[in-house]
């Protein structure tokens, strides 16, 4: 929470009950990291991480050609592309492994909003 200047975090919406399968973190476009230099820190903790799926599908060479239909800029599609990745979770989380987690997200965070060589 602590690092939402950089970061947009999941909120479950009003009455929903999410089964969490992982923790979709996006990094802001004016954060002074990019979402690979924080993906590259968290795994080089041995934090692992995954991109979103394929991102926006239009993007990928397999559709190129492929009779579609597009309604609207796909801004928001095209951001979760470049700025998502997720964290997995499953209920064998201890708080020592969350602790670690934030702590190295933190660390690596303060370190690149200090102007130091990240990643």
């Known amino acids: 929470k602590s690092l939402e200047e950089f970061l947009i975090l999941p909120v479950a919406g009003k009455d929903s009950d999410p089964s969490w399968f992982g923790f979709p973190i ?3 476009p004016d ?3 990019t979402r690979d230099q924080m993906t590259r820190s968290l795994e080089t903790n041995k934090i692992g991480t995954r991109l ?6 239009l993007r990928q060479p397999a559709y190129e050609g ?3 239909r597009v309604v609207g800029t796909l801004t928001n599609t095209d951001f979760v592309m470049n700025q998502v990745f997720w964290i997995g979770v499953y209920p064998g989380l201890t708080n020592e492994m969350l602790d670690y987690i934030a702590q190295s997200m933190l660390q690596f965070a303060n370190t690149a909003k200090a ?3 990240v990643v």
């Open 26 to 28: 996006a990094v802001k």
């Open 115 to 117: 102007g130091l060589q």
């Open 66 to 68: 492929y009779p579609h």
């Open 31 to 33: 954060a002074p990291f």
């Open 52 to 57: 979103v799926f394929a991102g926006n599908l």
